[in-house]
């Protein structure tokens, strides 16, 4: 069963900066990952993705605001958050692209002044 745990969530200012990190309990170099968010009465929905190969795609509600990243080495993706919103506001997930498994309990990420 694959583990998904994730971190570096917070409180911040709007403009805040943070980085989300999530460590997964098998390799991901051949996988295509992804970070999600799940706001309060919303719908799950996809923020990030990145390839095996490096290739990334964001919604455009993040382009150019978030950068999603990872280290194979490390079984880790990551995903930096620049110049965040109150809309920004959720819980964030980490899970595969392609396929996914059971959810992790994702960390809160809530920005308000």
């Known amino acids: 069963q694959v583990q998904l745990v994730e971190s570096g969530g917070g409180l911040v200012q709007p403009g805040g900066s943070l980085r989300l990190s999530c460590v997964v309990s098998?390799?991901?170099?051949?996988?295509?990952m992804a970070w999600y968010r799940q706001a309060p009465e919303e719908q799950r929905e996809l923020v990030a993705v990145?390839?095996?190969?490096?290739?990334?795609n964001y919604a455009d509600s993040v382009k150019g605001r978030f950068t999603i990243s990872k280290d194979t080495l490390k079984n880790t993706v990551y995903l930096q958050m620049n110049n965040l919103k109150p809309e920004d506001t959720a819980v964030y997930y980490c899970?595969?692209?392609?396929?996914?498994?059971?959810w992790g309990q994702g960390t809160q990420v809530t920005v308000s002044s």
């Open positions: 899970n595969g692209y392609v396929t996914t498994t059971d």
């Open positions: 098998r390799s991901i170099f051949s996988r295509s």
């Open positions: 990145i390839s095996s190969s490096g290739t990334t």
